[in-house]
């Protein structure tokens, strides 16, 4: 069965450092990837989205991800972190022909002043 | 208005009440989803409407009845609830079962059941 695991439930960084937020998957097939930021007391927002095109992806607030089929991991980067960035962030996994995205556990991030 | 709209935001109930959770959007799209979030749990796809039929249904509780009367708008109606049914209930939308499209969600209804 596919799944996805989110490698670390809490992460904290101090405002200004690195974020990375990973993210593997299992999968037989080539998958589409996503990147969800979710704030208290609101929904989901897709950050970004692999769909087979170039395997470093872009998205919204300055975050990127970038697919590695080799290590079937689709890790969650950001320079340099805001105080803004506190959310959890959720991985998640579609497949063509289906309607049922996979959704990771969720890490929640930190950031300190 | 844009995008995905749940109503209420906030919903109190008894046992033995009878409420229903609203979602409508304005997207275009043309599958709905809703989902349970749950303190320390993962997201549980709940129902998925395709072009106003049902696709799917995850084993959710007879309790749960979901409605989706055209492409725009999904109800969930909630009748003898249990605590363990309060819980942030999120509709989502998109477009097809292409997979990649990504959903939209709604800012969640949070339920306690009391």
């Known amino acids: ?113 | 208005e844009t995008g995905v709209t749940q109503t209420p935001r906030h919903l109190v109930m008894g046992m033995t009440n009878k409420k229903s959770l609203k979602c409508e959007q304005h997207l275009g799209h043309n599958a709905m989803y809703w989902y349970k979030q749950s303190a320390k749990k993962p997201l549980e796809l709940m129902f998925v409407y395709s072009l106003e039929e049902r696709v799917e249904n995850n084993s959710v509780p007879s309790r749960f009845s979901p409605e989706c009367p055209n492409s725009s708008h999904l109800f969930l109606h909630l009748h003898t609830l249990q605590p363990e049914d309060s819980a942030l209930y999120l509709c989502a939308s998109s477009q097809g079962d292409r997979g990649g499209s990504g959903y939209t969600f709604g800012s969640g209804t949070r339920l306690t059941v009391v």
Request: glycine letters at 8%; one cysteine or more.
């Open chain 1, 1 to 113: 069965a596919q799944s996805v695991t989110q490698l670390g439930s809490h992460v904290s960084v101090s405002e200004g450092a690195l974020v990375l937020l990973r993210c593997n998957y299992s999968s037989s097939v080539p998958p589409y990837l996503f990147w969800y930021v979710q704030y208290p007391n609101q929904g989901l927002q897709l950050l970004l989205k692999y769909t087979s095109a170039a395997t470093l992806v872009k998205g919204i607030n300055g975050f990127e991800a970038e697919f590695k089929k080799s290590e079937t991991s689709f890790h969650l980067t950001k320079p340099s972190a805001h105080m803004s960035d506190a959310a959890e962030y959720f991985c998640a996994v579609g497949y063509t022909g289906g309607f049922k995205t996979i959704f990771g556990a969720g890490t929640r991030l930190f950031v300190k002043a």
